[in-house]
Each structure stands twice: as structure tokens, then as C-alpha cells.
């Protein structure tokens, strides 16, 4: 199995940016498609974004759509998530979740589509 550790997480002023990384060993990222979910404060956790196994496709949910990018880069074995403009309600623990489909299915967003998670990182962003 791959294991998965997030890093980069931090407190940023609203408006702000943070890139949060997700780093695998074990096995090689490129057998994953990729995911970042988070879990907000008293909230249960919600898919982010999802990104292929090349990085070519890749889906977002609607409040981070055009804030947010997934990207990875499988020859250091790091899969990244750039955020921009963020905002009080984006503060959660940020959690990379590995999936061994071989291609994004319609149900992507679901936690179960994915076989190995992170621990997480804090992202905190104040007013």
C-alpha cells in the first residue's frame, strides 16, 4: 500500500494563498488517481478535488472552483493543492486520499472510490 503525508498547511489571512503537498512512498504515486478532501471544524469531510493518474483531467468542487488547483508531479512522487482567495470557511484539516480505479468515475467525489488517506494538515484562515 502507499502511505501518504500531507505537509504545508498553516494560518493565512483571508485573501491569502497556501499550497498544501501530499507526499507518497511505498509505492509509486502514478498508480493513483489522486484526491484532496477536507474536514471543517463540527462538518463531516467533503471532496475538494480530484486529479488522474497523468494529471490531464481533473474535476473541483463548486466553492473552490477557480480558487483552487490540484496538480502532481509523479517523478518526485508529491501531488499538490495551490489555494488562492481563500477564505474563513475554507479552514479545515486537508486530507490526500489515494484511489486505485484506474480512471475518474462518475462517483469521484465519494470517500469509498478511495483506498489510502494521509493523517491530514490544519489549514486555518482568519478574517
Known amino acids: 500500500q502507499v502511505q501518504l503525508v500531507e505537509s504545508g498547511g498553516g494560518l493565512v489571512q483571508a485573501g491569502g494563498s497556501l499550497r498544501v503537498s501530499c507526499t507518497a512512498s511505498?509505492?509509486?504515486?502514478?498508480?493513483?488517481?489522486m484526491g484532496w478532501f477536507r474536514r471543517a471544524p463540527g462538518k463531516e469531510r467533503e471532496f475538494v478535488a480530484v486529479i488522474s493518474r497523468s494529471g490531464d483531467s481533473t474535476y473541483y468542487t463548486d466553492s473552490v472552483e477557480g480558487r483552487f488547483t490540484i496538480s502532481r508531479d509523479n517523478a518526485k512522487n508529491t501531488l499538490y493543492l495551490q489555494m488562492n482567495s481563500l477564505k474563513p470557511e475554507d479552514t479545515a484539516v486537508y486530507y490526500c486520499?489515494?484511489?486505485?480505479?484506474?480512471?475518474?468515475?462518475?462517483?469521484?467525489?465519494?470517500?469509498?472510490?478511495?483506498?489510502?488517506w494521509g493523517q491530514g494538515t490544519q489549514v486555518t484562515v482568519s478574517s
Open positions: 511505498g509505492r509509486t504515486l502514478s498508480n493513483y488517481r
Open positions: 486520499a489515494a484511489s486505485e480505479l484506474r480512471y475518474i468515475t462518475s462517483f469521484y467525489y465519494r470517500e469509498s472510490e478511495y483506498n489510502n
